[in-house]
């Protein structure tokens, strides 16, 4: 039987989470920008990269306020995302099919973020860590723009061109 943790260990354990899946992620998205045929969608990924630079540093400054070593565990499901990634680039030619799948791997990768960042910021609304809630919904707010930016791409251009390069 495991050993009985209470809310700060588990608090603890999702930030460790997201801090290594930011991690993996930020060496993820070079290699994605660097197949990805449309100039919107390399730029989208290069700037991501950006701030999930920041989201890294930001969530240094959680540990830190926590009074923790900022550190990961292995995140099997962030793993799974990029490897699925990985699959994609090996099994489609560079171009919109590839980008198409490129955008849905993107956002996998972004929904889970989301899910994390929201329960982190709950908890931390619940515990009264509102300098923590600050850092953590400024995270969340740019994880759904990047969401909408993919899926708003997506749906204009992406999706189209790939359809028709199928056809």
């Given at each position: 039987?495991?050993?009985?943790?209470?809310?700060?260990?588990?608090?603890?354990?999702?930030?460790?989470?997201?801090?290594?899946?930011?991690?993996?992620?930020?060496?993820?998205?070079?290699?994605?920008?660097?197949?990805?045929?449309?100039?919107?969608?390399?730029?989208?990924?290069?700037?991501?990269?950006?701030?999930?630079?920041?989201?890294?540093?930001?969530?240094?400054?959680?540990?830190?306020?926590?009074?923790?070593?900022?550190?990961?565990?292995?995140?099997?499901?962030?793993?799974?995302?990029?490897?699925e990634?990985?699959?994609?680039?090996?099994?489609?030619?560079?171009?919109?099919?590839?980008?198409?799948?490129l955008?849905?791997?993107?956002?996998?990768?972004?929904?889970?973020?989301?899910?994390?960042?929201?329960?982190?910021?709950?908890?931390?609304?619940?515990?009264?860590?509102?300098?923590?809630?600050?850092?953590?919904?400024?995270?969340?707010?740019?994880?759904?723009?990047?969401?909408?930016?993919?899926?708003?791409?997506?749906?204009s251009?992406?999706?189209?061109?790939?359809?028709?390069?199928?056809?």
């Amino acid at each position: 039987m495991a050993a009985a943790k209470g809310f700060n260990e588990l608090c603890l354990s999702f930030l460790r989470d997201i801090y290594y899946a930011e991690r993996q992620i930020l060496k993820a998205l070079p290699k994605m920008a660097k197949v990805a045929q449309s100039d919107q969608l390399r730029q989208a990924f290069q700037q991501h990269r950006e701030e999930t630079e920041h989201h890294v540093e930001r969530l240094q400054q959680v540990f830190e306020k926590l009074g923790s070593r900022a550190r990961g565990q292995t995140c099997e499901a962030i793993n799974g995302i990029i490897e699925e990634g990985e699959e994609l680039v090996g099994d489609f030619e560079k171009g919109p099919v590839l980008d198409a799948g490129l955008i849905a791997n993107a956002q996998a990768v972004e929904h889970y973020e989301m899910c994390r960042y929201g329960a982190l910021v709950a908890w931390a609304k619940a515990a009264g860590k509102n300098d923590v809630v600050e850092l953590l919904e400024q995270t969340l707010e740019e994880e759904k723009k990047t969401d909408t930016l993919l899926n708003e791409l997506a749906n204009s251009q992406v999706n189209q061109e790939a359809a028709k390069a199928a056809a």
